[in-house]
């Protein structure tokens, strides 16, 4: 063969071999674009946190994910920008309403503990970490790792500290102090900590949920629950937003995040729980009685509602589908459903838009006065126990003072479940009704107390 053949020769192979490889890249990429049609412009690993990489690929999400920085008020949600002047300490230039100067009742309910310091409306994903970082709850308490779970994209910082082992590394996350962590998150919740990156199926990535909901289903009867592999489609569409609305609490020494699910997850059967377990918050400046603070139970009450009963999710409200061209792409500006109501409510409610939103605002002012009339009874109660509060009952034992301060750690705790839950009562109107009430009930048991009390004192 001379020389011109031969490279002929080669040149008709590589060209052969070039448009074989062609051919397989063409029919493989087929089908994975069945699985997914997303056109993929860069290769994203297990290990890359950064929102913008993978916005690369799906830049629809990604835009629609930014957006959860507007902020736009609705009568009882979504949230309003106020002006900040930035300072070294705190560089913020627009935060939330403080809610404590809305309603200085929660001053009184709160009294002793760091909320009475801070304590706003919540706002976007996109400001999640700045907003805990720069809390004067921060100020003035030594708050511990175990925060950041529900702050920051931890997925990765998971796997570094414990080595691949996700759970370990949440472990081992909890115990360091947030001032020294939180130099090792960089963004707000992203898209790895909702996603598988090779599939883009949804996932868990929260060994406190994945714990909590075994044992959730251990009680309907289902063994060895494993979230990532058992939960449906639709359940993992509620899941993924349970890793963070819920209540939750820093168990014992080791500060490890757990959700109180043990015995349910309505208010009562948590409180239950808390009870057994004699968790404690802090002690009441006020009163001197040892009492729990609850956290945004979304999770929880959303599932004793309607909606949860007829198998709709989280996402179907919050994450509606948008049109892009011909595509049907979720929205990832997750915000109140209320600002959005022909995507996020029309789709199955064949009613006009303000008809709706008139729906939900009737649920909410019922809610609102409901709220009214026992935060009034609670702020009363409080008053009612503060002139018993210098009595140490180490030294001098009083059952039923024992019994009056442990009935506004209850009632307490029922009121603020239901205050604490985001949707003024949409979620589960009657639920929430039910749990206010019980709460009036704890009042009602012990102001009798403190009237038998007052004639013990003055013997009248
Ligand atoms: C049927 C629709 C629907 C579903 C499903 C739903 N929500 Fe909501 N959610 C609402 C409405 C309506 C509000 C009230 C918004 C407002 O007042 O502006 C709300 C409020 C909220 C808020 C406060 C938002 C704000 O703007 O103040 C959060 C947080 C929230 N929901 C989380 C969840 C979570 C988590 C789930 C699932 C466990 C869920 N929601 C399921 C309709 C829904
Ligand atoms: C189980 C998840 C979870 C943990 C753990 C958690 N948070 Fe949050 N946090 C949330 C959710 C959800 C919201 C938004 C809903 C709300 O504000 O009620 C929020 C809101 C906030 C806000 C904004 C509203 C406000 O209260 O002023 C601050 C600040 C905050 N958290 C600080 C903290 C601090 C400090 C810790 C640790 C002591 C902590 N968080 C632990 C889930 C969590
Ligand atoms: C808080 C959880 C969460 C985060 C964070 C999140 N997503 Fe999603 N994403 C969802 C949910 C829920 C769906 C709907 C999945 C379903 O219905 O099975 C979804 C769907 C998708 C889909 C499938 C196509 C579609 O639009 O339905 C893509 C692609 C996607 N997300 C990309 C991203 C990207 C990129 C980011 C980061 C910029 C991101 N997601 C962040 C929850 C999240
Ligand atoms: C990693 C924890 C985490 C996950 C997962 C998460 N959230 Fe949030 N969410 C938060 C925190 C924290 C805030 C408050 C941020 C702030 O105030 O700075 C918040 C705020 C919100 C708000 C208030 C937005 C506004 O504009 O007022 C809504 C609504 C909401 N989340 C719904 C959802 C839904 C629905 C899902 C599931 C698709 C979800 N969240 C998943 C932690 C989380
Ligand atoms: C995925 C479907 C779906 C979406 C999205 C949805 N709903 Fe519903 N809604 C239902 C179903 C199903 C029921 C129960 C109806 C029944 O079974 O009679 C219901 C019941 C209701 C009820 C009466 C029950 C109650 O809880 O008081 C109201 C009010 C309501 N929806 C308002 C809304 C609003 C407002 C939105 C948007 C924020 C919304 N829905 C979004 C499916 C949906």
Redesign the pocket.
């Known amino acids: 063969m001379n020389k011109k053949w031969m490279f002929a020769a080669i040149g008709g192979a590589a060209v052969v071999t070039v448009l074989l490889t062609a051919l397989l890249v063409n029919i493989f990429e087929r089908k994975t674009e069945g699985r997914n049609p997303f056109y993929r412009v860069v290769e994203i690993t297990d290990d890359i946190d950064d929102p913008a990489v993978w916005g690369k690929n799906f830049p629809h999400q990604y835009d629609s994910y930014l957006k959860?920085a507007?902020?736009?008020r609705t009568k009882y949600?979504?949230?309003e920008a106020f002006p900040h002047i930035p300072t070294d300490k705190d560089p913020r230039d627009v935060v939330?309403v403080q809610k404590l100067d809305e309603d200085p009742r929660l001053k009184t309910m709160w009294a002793g503990y760091a909320f009475s310091a801070d304590f706003?409306?919540?706002?976007?994903?996109a400001?999640?970490l700045?907003?805990?970082v720069f809390t004067e709850r921060q100020n003035v308490a030594k708050q511990p790792g175990t925060c950041l779970?529900?702050?920051?994209s931890?997925y990765t910082l998971y796997k570094k500290l414990g080595d691949g082992d996700i759970t370990k590394g949440f472990e081992k996350m909890n115990q360091i102090p947030y001032k020294e962590i939180v130099h090792s998150v960089k963004h707000?919740?992203s898209c790895i900590?909702?996603h598988d990156p090779s599939t883009m199926s949804l996932r868990v990535t929260?060994p406190a949920f994945m714990e909590a909901i075994k044992t959730v289903k251990a009680n309907q009867g289902i063994k060895e629950y494993d979230v990532n592999k058992m939960a449906t489609r639709q359940e993992m569409?509620?899941f993924?937003?349970g890793?963070?609305?819920v209540e939750y609490y820093f168990k014992g020494d080791t500060k490890k995040l757990v959700y109180p699910w043990a015995k349910g997850l309505k208010a009562d059967q948590i409180l239950e729980y808390y009870q057994e377990d004699g968790h404690k918050d802090w002690v009441h400046a006020l009163t001197g009685a040892k009492v729990l603070k609850a956290q945004h139970p979304?999770f929880e009450m959303f599932n004793q509602g309607s909606h949860a009963r007829a198998g709709v999710a989280?996402?179907d409200?919050?994450?509606p589908y948008q049109r892009v061209g011909a595509m049907k792409v979720t929205d990832h500006q997750?915000?109140?459903p209320l600002l959005n109501i022909d995507k996020a409510c029309q789709t199955c409610h064949n009613v006009p838009e303000a008809e709706l939103k008139s729906r939900a605002e009737t649920i909410q002012d019922r809610h609102m006065e409901l709220r009214n009339v026992t935060f009034d009874a609670l702020v009363d109660y409080i008053n009612d126990l503060k002139e018993f509060k210098d009595i140490d009952l180490e030294k001098s034992p009083n059952k039923k003072l024992a019994q009056a301060r442990d009935l506004q750690k209850q009632a307490q705790f029922l009121f603020d479940f239901v205050e604490a839950e985001?949707s003024s009562g949409f979620h589960a109107p009657q639920e929430s009704a039910r749990v206010l009430a019980l709460s009036i009930e704890k009042i009602r048991q012990g102001q009798k107390i403190v009237a038998e009390l007052r004639k013990e004192k003055t013997g009248k």
């Open positions: 959860t507007d902020m736009k949600g979504g949230s939330a706003r409306e919540e706002r976007g994903h400001y999640m700045l907003d805990q779970n529900c702050h920051a931890t707000p919740v900590d909702c929260r569409r509620s993924v937003c890793q963070c609305h979304e989280c996402v409200c919050h994450m997750v915000r109140s985001n």
